[in-house]
């Protein structure tokens, strides 16, 4: 199944994430923060990134827009608390494929991700 890399500051939710999606036959990594999703994405390669935009050391922005710029095919699903049109629009105008906001519901980030990795 597919690798996905989830970019998140807080470990719980990255353990859960973690713990549903590997149920469900999905290798995944993780990151903390900016820096470490930027080294953990060149080492690991993945097909999906869930990157949430509230990270300690690098805005999630930033990282998107750095991670695009290697890899523009990579897909890109945005999931953050900041739930609201102007930052979703943003999102996408900055190369994000997708956009949930938190709190989300598992199943329905399991099936999308099953529809991104067809």
Request: net charge negative; aromatic share 8%.
């Amino acid at each position: 199944m597919a690798k996905i890399l989830i970019i998140d500051d807080e470990k719980q939710m990255n353990e859960y994430i973690k713990a549903y999606l590997g149920k469900r036959g999905f290798e995944i990594a993780f990151a903390l923060s900016g820096q470490e999703a930027l080294d953990t994405y060149a080492k690991e390669n993945p097909q999906v990134i869930l990157l949430d935009l509230g990270l300690p050391d690098m805005d999630g922005r930033e990282v998107l827009k750095k991670i695009k710029e290697q890899a523009p095919q990579i897909k890109i699903v945005v999931i953050s608390a900041y739930n609201d049109e102007n930052t979703k629009d943003e999102m996408i105008q900055l190369g994000a494929d997708y956009f949930l906001g938190k709190p989300f519901i598992p199943p329905a980030l399991h099936e999308l991700l099953k529809n991104i990795v067809k």
